[in-house]
């Protein structure tokens, strides 16, 4: 038997039989062998813009950015209202090292109002800003249990603390329906009350 003549006896078969399930092979057959119902097209996302550690990313704070790369923790981000100031805390993940933060703050938040005030880093960065009547407070630490250079960095803005507040802390309670804080008349040592501290900031 020559192969050669395989082909032609293949589609002689088809087409001598009368038979619709033999049409309708023949149909499908020749459908997928010419290309025309399957569709190979790759989507080319060379143009579409990634994520990069100098990109800005916000939230609730709209004037504290944190690098794009990086997560949000939703369950450790808050804000609350004190003195007519926004303030509260965001806290981000990311695999960045404490000196890409520092580069970038130092690049960023200047275009945002804020002023330094002062920075020091050994294992963990921690950073003081200032824009009007608030206080920024950058801290940028190693996960303890990751692998890499993954870490947290925590957004902390509330106001100033003046010689008015002095002999007494101010505590916020996190389960207060209007996010007011609760002034407590006396220091408050050895731990927080639901919540967290001015002095903490």
């Known amino acids: 038997m020559s192969f050669s003549k395989v082909p ?8 001598s039989e009368k ?3 033999s049409l309708t092979l023949l149909a499908v057959l020749l459908f997928f062998l010419s290309g025309c119902g399957i569709n190979f097209a790759i989507k080319d996302t060379r143009g579409e813009s990634a994520p990069t550690a100098d990109a800005e990313s916000f939230a609730e704070i709209m004037d504290v950015p944190y690098p794009s790369v990086m997560t949000l923790e939703r369950k450790n ?9 926004q303030a509260g805390v965001i806290s981000v ?3 960045l090292t ?3 933060i520092g580069a970038y703050y130092d690049s960023h938040l200047p275009d945002h109002g804020w002023q330094p005030r002062a920075e020091a880093q ?3 960065l921690v950073s003081t800003w200032v824009k009007g ?3 920024l407070t950058i801290i940028a630490s190693p996960l303890t249990l990751s692998l890499g250079s993954d870490l947290r960095l925590e957004l902390w803005v509330a106001p100033p603390h003046t010689q008015a507040d002095l002999g007494k802390r101010v505590v ?9 804080p609760v002034v407590e008349t006396k220091p408050i040592r050895g731990g927080k009350k639901n919540g967290f501290s001015e002095e903490d900031i």
């Not at 032609?8 to 087409?15: A, H, I, R, T």
């Not at 981000?77 to 100031?85: E, V």
């Open 77 to 85: 981000t808050f804000t609350y209202t004190r003195k007519g100031i």
């Open 8 to 15: 032609s006896k293949f589609f002689s078969y088809f087409v």
């Open 98 to 100: 404490t000196d890409e």
């Open 172 to 180: 916020y309670d996190s389960s207060a329906p209007s996010g007011d």
């Open 93 to 95: 993940v990311g695999h």
């Open 122 to 124: 050994s294992g963990k």
């Open 19 to 21: 038979s619709l399930f």
């Open 133 to 135: 009547n608030r206080v």
